[in-house]
Structure formats: C-alpha cells, structure tokens
C-alpha cells in the first residue's frame, strides 16, 4: 500500500496594499504612533535627547522593565 500526498499549495504574497490595510487595523498601531511622535517631539525639543548616551541608557532601562513584565506575565 502506497499513499501519495498532494504537493504543498504555493500562495500569492499578498499585495503591499493589504499588508498596509492589516498593519494600520491592529490596535497597537496608535500606541506606536503614539511612541514616534513622543520621540520626534522630545528630539526636536533637546539636541542630546537621540544622543548615543542617552539612548544606550533608555534601552537598558527598557531592557529590565521587559524583563519584569514578562515575569509577571
């Protein structure tokens, strides 16, 4: 007895379009939106605020509050 299965169905990428369309109806779209105009605003406001000192302290602070999140998740 032999069994014989079907090749794997190749898909057409969606569109640019519709990958957009889905991005834009996510809900954490306007919590990102929220985020880049925050730091667009904060770097137009101070010269040092996208320096490298400061960035490299933001993400470690960033890093243990991730950390903390996902053990209390």
Do not use: H, K, W
Not at 20 to 44: D, I, K, Q, S, Y
Not at 46 to 61: H, I, K, P, Y
């Amino acid at each position: 007895m032999t069994t014989e299965t079907a090749p794997a169905r190749e898909e057409a990428p969606a569109p640019a379009r519709n990958r957009l369309r889905v991005l834009v109806g996510t809900p954490e779209v306007g919590v990102v939106l929220a985020c880049v105009a925050v730091f667009t605003g904060l770097t137009l406001a101070r010269d040092t605020f996208a320096s490298a000192v400061n960035l490299q302290g933001m993400g470690a602070d960033l890093a243990q509050y991730g950390l903390i999140a996902i053990g209390e998740s």
